[in-house]
């Protein structure tokens, strides 16, 4: 069983064909403090988005404006310091993520970024860079990771908790 909370407040639950209806009652039941918190959480989000207001298409031209330099700066950086290669870079402005590896080693990342504390955009920067290494989230990877970015476990619990306001600054 398995259970999500939506960004639009839906909850969804999982149950396997054929799971006792009181089963699914009590996962519920044990899981509903984690329930409220995600809707917290969610809630949270969205009024500070509001409180900030969305980013107008000239906010978002100088934002890109800003990426073109600052990430590939970085990118060479960490690649130099890990001695990693890479092919191109694309900057764009996504809504669902922060950044992606292709096979053939473009790395891709989300012109927001530039938005965040500077640490948190390495953090990304790094992740991506070791995909070049370990196509994969295995331990291996993490650990590549974590050797050339000690720091990257609180960045990206704070990307997981405060990424999503800025999703839905270009939502509108
Ligand atoms: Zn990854």
């Known amino acids: 069983m398995s259970i999500q909370v939506a960004d639009d407040k839906k909850i969804i639950i999982k149950v396997p064909l054929g799971t006792p209806t009181f089963l699914a009652e009590n996962f519920i039941r044990e899981k509903k403090d984690w329930i409220t918190k995600q809707l917290e959480k969610v809630e949270k989000q969205s009024e500070l988005a ?46 669902s993520r922060w950044g992606s590896c292709s096979v053939d080693g473009n790395l891709n990342f989300n012109c ?46 704070w990307l997981k908790q405060n990424g999503g306001v800025y999703f839905k600054r270009i939502e509108k």
Not at 126 to 154: G, Q, T
Request: glycine residues 2%; charged residues 30%; aromatic residues 8%.
């Open 50 to 95: 509001d409180s900030m207001g969305p980013l107008t298409d000239e906010d978002i031209r100088q934002i890109k404006k800003k990426a073109r330099v600052v990430i590939p700066q970085r990118v060479e950086y960490y690649a130099k310091l890990a001695g990693i290669s890479y092919n191109k870079i694309f900057i764009r402005l996504q809504k």
């Open 112 to 157: 927001l970024l530039v938005l965040m504390p500077p640490e948190i955009l390495d953090s990304v920067v790094v992740h991506e860079l070791c995909h070049r290494r370990h196509m994969n989230h295995s331990k291996e990877f993490y650990d590549e990771v974590l050797r050339i970015f000690p720091d990257y476990k609180r960045c990206n619990k």
